[in-house]
Structure formats: C-alpha cells, structure tokens
C-alpha cells in the first residue's frame, strides 16, 4: 500500500509496504539538479553529490561505507538534471540505520578541503571517460544543439574548468541554501513501518530554512537541426527525434509507454526489426523517452558502419512514414501492453526499482500509484489513443537529427526527413 505524507518542516514521505520480502529501500531526493545551478555554479550539484560522502561530524569516508556494508547492504548516489538522489537498499530489519546514514551525510557533510581538492581530480577523470565514450558524447552535441545552450543541454558534471575552479566557500553556501526539508521528498518500499519511519523522519527533518527547491526554471525551446559531426571514433552514432511539452497526465505518460514500446523499445518492436534483423543496417538500434518537469524527449539511437549511413538515415524514414501509412494494429498494441504488463510484474520483485517508481511517478505527475493501477491504467489504452500520439508528433518539420563519430562524416544524404 502506498502512503504519502508531507511533515510539518515541508519535507514528503511516500512509503510503499510490502509484506512479502525483508528488503527495503529509501531514498532522499533533493528536488534541485543540474539545470538549476545558475552560470557560476555550473557543475555544483553533482560535485556535491560526491563530496556528501566524504565525511560528517559523526563519520569518516571509511565509517559511511562500513555502517552500511556490515548490515548487508549497499549506499549509492547520482545527479540527473532535475533531482539528486541518495539511496540505501538493506534488510528491512536495518531500515533505521540507512534512516541515520542517509540523513547524516544528507545534513552533515563537512566538505573539507582536502577532500574537495582529491575529488575534483575523481571528477576530472569522469568527465573525460564521458569524452571517450562516443555514445554518450555524441547525446550531449545532439542536446546542445537541440536545445541549444539552455541550462538541460549542459554536461551534469560541467566542464574540466568549471570543476577545477569550485572551492569550499561558494560550494558550501550552495549546500545549505538547497539541501533544506522543503526541498527533499523521501521515497521507501519494502519492510518497513510505517510509523517508526515516520517518527524517525520526523524528527530528523524538523527544522526548515534554506531556499529549497528553484522556481525560475524555463522551458527550452527547440531548435530543429541536421547536421554532421566528425571525430576520432570509428563507428557513427545516430541520433534523431523530438521536443514536446510534457504532461503531468499519467494516463498520457502510459501512452507514450506504449506507443514507444511497439516502436522501438524492445528487439520485437518495429525499428528493431525492421533496421537490425531485416536489413542489417546497425548493430543497436532503439528509441527511448526522456521527461523532465516541463519538457519531453523522444529519440531515436542507432550506430552503424559510415558506409551504410545513407541506408540508415532513410530506412528511419521509411519506418516514421510507416507510422502513418501502416498504423500500428490493434494486435501490435496489446503485444506491447502485455510486454510492459510482464516487465511490471517483475519489477515488482525488486525493493529499490519500486523505491524509485515512487519518486518518478509523483516528480511526473504529483502522484504515486498502485501497480494494480498502473496495469488499469495500460489495459485502457486504445488504438485512438496511439493514432493520436502520431498524428501530432511524427512529423518531419519537428525532427532534428545528429551523426557524429567517423571523421569522414562530413555532410549528410538528406536535410530532413520526407515522409
């Protein structure tokens, strides 16, 4: 059963109870992310993400890592664009000291300077393992110029530079002024209890203050572009697709799911069949969905050989088209439904995918629901539904597209899609 609760200092608690396991798994989301920072803080949030578990007034590194491991159980952290999140997975029977843990590094950090130096060279190093990375290198170009320059184009890590000009002072004023109460909402599944959680959260997250969550957030607009992008790698990475208006509509959310499922999500879907398995054209090929508060991504990836671009490039053309002229069938739709009704189902086993779920839904669409909901929810998809979801998005004016990788890539077979 789902519950969810906002505490007196302005900080929500959304608990979902299973009976049948003795895992359980918590996390603090603080409500800021790297689209938040403003120029001269570009690459905070996720400095800070690392430096949080560097130390306390209570603990070492060392002592943060050993409290948690020694229970069984493992800590971890990452920064998005919109939400940083800290999260424990443990025996239920532990969940107070992941309470303790969490809330100490979460509240407490002591950012020393030592640390703060040895972690700017971690994330030196991060960053320029993302550089050799072609696939995500290649995503970034495809955001900047899609959105660009706006604060979501940005590297979350920031730049070499920006990293190595962070210090102590501006970093920890930016700590206090975001990690506030207001500014946090806490998801848990698993074997828990509900009232010990909330006695235990309650009195951590008592006090307010800090300026909490950033309200001057605006939304990009795209920039429809074509365009090639040569570098020192061997393969082409493609990407292609569209900027839309998110919804808040989870009924709309669980459309989107399945249209992108029978498309391109899965080896059974349309692009994958149609691109890989008949035609040989790439070795991966997918689409994929991105939301964010106030903007929508859909894209479509697939890498292949220089040669063989022209044949890629329009064999998506061709499948966009087919969308129109060969709808999906009612039969392409429920296969999809079962498909995402089975990957639920599974999902369900694991505490920390459900501890997430929680927090996903409610960023989305300021509500968490039931499994048993969300199958409704899926169930009532009709045909309509997804002939409306082509209708108004597959369009060739809103589609950019970005090749990049092989040096030789210097121009492209087409300048928009024809379909």
């Not at 170009?141 to 102590?168: A, D, M």
Request: aromatic share 10%; glycine share 6%; with cysteine.
């Amino acid at each position: 059963m789902i519950q969810s609760t906002e505490l007196d200092s302005g900080a929500r608690i959304i608990l979902e109870t299973v009976d049948n396991t003795d895992v359980a798994s918590i996390g603090l989301w603080q409500l800021n992310g790297s689209r938040d920072e403003d120029d001269s803080e570009v690459g905070y949030t996720h400095f800070l993400e690392h430096m949080l578990f560097k130390g306390t007034a209570r603990r070492t590194a060392y002592q943060i890592a050993q409290a948690v491991e020694r229970a069984g159980g493992y800590l971890n952290a990452f920064t998005e664009k919109e939400v940083t999140c800290f999260y424990c997975t443990l025996p239920g029977e532990a969940i107070e000291l992941a309470i303790d843990v969490l809330t100490d590094i979460y509240f407490a950090a002591r950012l020393d300077e030592q640390e703060l130096r040895k972690e700017k060279t971690v994330i030196v190093n991060e960053i320029k393992t993302i550089e050799d990375n072609p696939e995500e290198k290649g995503q970034q170009i495809y955001l900047e110029n899609l959105w660009n320059g706006h604060s979501l184009s940005r590297k979350i890590t920031g730049e070499v530079h920006q990293v190595e000009e962070i210090s102590k002072e501006p970093l920890y004023s930016f700590y206090k002024d975001r990690y506030t109460p207001r500014s946090t909402v806490i998801t848990a599944s698993g074997k828990i209890d509900p009232d010990k959680l909330a006695t235990s959260l309650q009195t951590v997250f008592s006090a307010g203050g800090g300026q909490g969550v950033r309200k001057n957030r605006n939304t990009p607009s795209a920039h429809v572009r074509w365009e090639a992008v040569p570098d020192k790698f061997e393969q082409v990475h493609l990407y292609t697709g569209i900027s839309y208006a998110s919804s808040t509509n989870i009924r709309e959310y669980y459309q989107d799911l399945v249209f992108n499922t029978l498309f391109g999500e899965s080896m059974s879907s349309r692009l994958f069949q149609r691109l890989r398995e008949d035609r040989g054209l790439c070795y991966s090929v997918s689409s994929f969905r991105s939301y964010f508060t106030d903007v929508a991504l859909w894209t479509i990836y697939a890498n292949t050989i220089p040669s063989m671009l022209p044949n890629l490039i329009e064999a998506i053309n061709e499948e966009l088209a087919r969308l129109h002229s060969e709808a999906p069938t009612q039969q392409e739709i429920e296969d999809a439904i079962s498909q995402l009704k089975g990957n639920m189902i599974l999902a369900k086993e694991d505490m920390e995918n459900r501890m997430k779920r929680l927090f996903r839904q409610y960023h989305l669409t300021h509500r968490a629901i039931e499994y048993d909901s969300s199958l409704r929810l899926l169930a009532e998809i009709t045909r309509e539904d997804i002939l409306s979801i082509i209708e108004q998005r597959i369009q060739p004016q809103q589609f950019s597209l970005l090749a990049y990788g092989n040096k030789k890539i210097r121009r492209l077979p087409r300048s928009s899609y024809s379909f």
